[in-house]
């Protein structure tokens, strides 16, 4: 019973990743090249600012998800260990 204890603190839980996490739809910057005047500057920045702000909504909205699936994992392991626990004394 240690084992299997022991074998979930040393395997991450993020390792096995779900079939159903889509990827960021974030749409990247248009310009690929050199950009030639200010105006491209400018809605280059803008571009960059929206696709950053998307990246790390996503970021965050992922991590909100893991952090609710190590929270049900980790009570889990609680509940496991109270009933070793009690069944020992």
């Not at 040393?10 to 390792?15: C, F, G």
């Not at 005047?37 to 893991?66: P, T």
Request: glycine fraction near 2%; hydrophobic fraction near 40%; include cysteine.
């Amino acid at each position: 019973m240690k084992i299997v204890i022991f074998l979930m603190l040393i395997i991450p839980l993020t390792a096995y990743t779900h079939e159903t996490v889509s990827p960021n739809e974030c749409p990247k910057p248009a310009n690929t090249g050199r950009i030639t005047s200010e105006m491209e500057h400018e809605m280059f920045q803008a571009e960059l600012i929206l696709y950053e702000g998307c990246m790390f909504n996503y970021i965050r909205e992922q991590q909100s998800l893991s952090d609710v699936h190590q929270q049900a994992a980790q009570e889990t392991l609680d509940e496991w260990n109270d009933y070793l626990m009690s069944r020992m004394q």
